[in-house]
T-cell receptor
Framework: DSGVTQTPKHLITATGQRVTLRCSPR?????VYWYQQSLDQGLQFLIQ???????AKGNILERFSAQQFPDLHSELNLSSLELGDSALYFC????????????????FGPGTRLTVL | DQQVKQNSPSLSVQEGRISILNCDYT??????FLWYKKYPAEGPTFLIS???IKDKNEDGRFTVFLNKSAKHLSLHIVPSQPGDSAVYFC????????????WGAGTKLIIKP
């Protein structure tokens, strides 16, 4: 158990809909990362938050948005869903306190499997 | 543009033998490399990392080798155990990469009894 929790585990929805994925980081971790893994692909970095502020953006679509709340949990909002958005969405957290943040070990949650029909 | 490549989708190894997983990268700015292991229905778990100032890092049965001139790294598992059956991802980053990890597509390792 990594200490990172994600809800829900599975989500089935229709095209055009909007969903929200939730992530609670490990206790004390300040950074939260969101990744998308499509079938048989590597993980694609979407976005990172550090202590409530957006820190880095990757290949995140404009239809997607995220935020990190004062209690450090994070939500990823996916709107106007398309069939191609079906994927595993992982959240990870890291301490974010070391001098070289890009070398922080990231701890992953179990993921949310999104199916868009 | 795949900056991190794992060219073997799967690898089968006899229990007790050495497993060698390979990873190639194209971006010469990468200076930090990691291996993660992933079981089905779970998130990736950090295994071992290596900085570009080293060419080898060991942690128990796991050793990562880095060949900067060839832009190649490998993960050696000795001896291989049934619990090592999983998907292994190679990832890389560098200081100005906006804290992003760039991931390979993974190699599924199967340990045969």
């Amino acid at each position: 158990d990594s200490g990172v929790t994600q809800t829900p585990k599975h989500l089935i929805t229709a095209t055009g809909q909007r969903v929200t994925l939730r992530c609670s980081p490990r206790s004390g971790d300040l950074s939260v990362y969101w990744y998308q893994q499509s079938l048989d692909q590597g993980l694609q970095f979407l976005i990172q938050y550090y202590n409530g502020e957006e820190r880095a953006k990757g290949n995140i679509l404009e239809r997607f948005s995220a935020q990190q709340f004062p209690d450090l949990h994070s939500e990823l909002n996916l709107s106007s869903l398309e069939l191609g958005d079906s994927a595993l969405y992982f959240c990870a957290s890291s301490a974010g306190t070391s001098g070289g943040l890009y070398t922080d070990t990231q701890y992953f949650g179990p993921g949310t499997r999104l199916t868009v029909l | 543009d795949q900056q991190v490549k794992q060219n073997s989708p799967s690898l089968s190894v006899q229990e007790g033998r050495i497993s060698i997983l390979n990873c190639d990268y194209t971006n010469s700015m990468f200076d930090y490399f990691l291996w993660y292991k992933k079981y089905p229905a779970e998130g990736p778990t950090f295994l071992i990392s290596i900085s570009s100032i080293k060419d080898k890092n060991e942690d128990g049965r796991f050793t990562v080798f880095l060949n900067k001139s060839a832009k190649h790294l490998s993960l050696h598992i000795v001896p291989s155990q049934p619990g090592d059956s999983a998907v292994y991802f190679c990832a890389a980053s560098y200081m100005d990469s906006n804290y992003q990890l760039i991931w390979g597509a993974g190699t599924k390792l199967i340990i045969k009894p």
